[in-house]
């Protein structure tokens, strides 16, 4: 097991409301990334934090928003909920976000919206 | 923007069999990572590969990086049902910020029959 956790395992919420998952990262790492996984889809990229900023994003709309707090935690919230938001969201620590470092991954929230 | 493409998507084999997938990026990378993912699990990381030409072994497992850094391949020699899950590459990205992540490929279905 890697170390990183992240809660709930499993949320099922309906279309229109908000929800925020959160994760703790390895000790020792300082870079969080979040990710969605489609059924049968490799993780896409949502965004990455670094020392509580956020430092890149990938092709999300700005419905999906995060935060890292000081202990290097991280939460991803996303507003206005779509069917197609249902799916694996993944967070990721590592090291250091200067290179591509080794991703440990948490086991992930499984969000079902209905 | 940077695509990473798989293939096969998914293969079947018997026990004792050899497994091989592939994995090509419309541009140049940094270097690669090789995850295997569990049905019902999260993504685990098994190796990066950095140099231009770079084989590397675990065990059973061959990981090599071509010559132009734009494809790469995992060989598993002799497969074994312990073997099963999906495996996915994912190729070092730069962000805007200078920070990298990683693209995953849609990954490669391996099943194994005793």
């Known amino acids: 097991e890697t170390g990183v956790t992240q809660s709930p395992t499993h949320l099922i919420k309906t279309r229109g409301q908000q929800v925020t998952l959160r994760c703790s990262s390895q000790?020792?790492?300082?870079?969080v990334s979040w990710y969605q996984q489609a059924l049968g889809q490799g993780p896409q990229f949502i965004f990455q934090?670094?020392?509580?900023?956020?430092?890149g994003r990938g092709n999300f709309p700005p419905r999906f928003s995060g935060l890292q707090f000081p202990n290097y935690s991280s939460e991803l919230n996303v507003n206005a909920l779509e069917l197609d938001d249902s799916a694996l969201y993944l967070c990721?620590?590592?090291?250091?976000?200067?290179?591509?470092?080794?991703?440990?991954f948490g086991p992930g929230t499984r969000l079902t919206v209905t | 923007g940077q695509q990473v493409m798989q293939i096969p998507q998914y293969q079947h084999v018997q026990e004792g069999e050899d497994f091989t997938t592939y994995c090509n990026s419309s541009?140049?990378?940094?270097?690669i990572q090789w995850y295997k993912q569990r049905p019902g699990g999260h993504p685990v990381f098994l190796i990066q590969?950095?140099?231009?030409?770079e084989v590397k072994k675990q065990k059973r497992l061959t990981f090599q990086f071509g010559e132009a850094k734009k494809n790469s391949s995992l060989h598993i020699t002799a497969t074994q049902t312990t073997d099963v899950g999906t495996y996915f590459c994912?190729?070092?990205?730069?962000?805007?910020?200078?920070?990298?992540?990683?693209?995953f490929g849609k990954g490669t279905m391996l099943l194994v029959s005793p």
């Open positions: 994912a190729g070092d990205r730069r962000l805007r910020s200078g920070y990298s992540t990683l693209t």
């Open positions: 000790s020792g790492h300082n870079t």
């Open positions: 990721a620590s590592s090291l250091d976000s200067g290179l591509a470092y080794e991703q440990y």
């Open positions: 934090y670094y020392r509580e900023e956020e430092n």
């Open positions: 590969l950095v140099k231009s030409g």
């Open positions: 541009t140049t990378l940094s270097n």
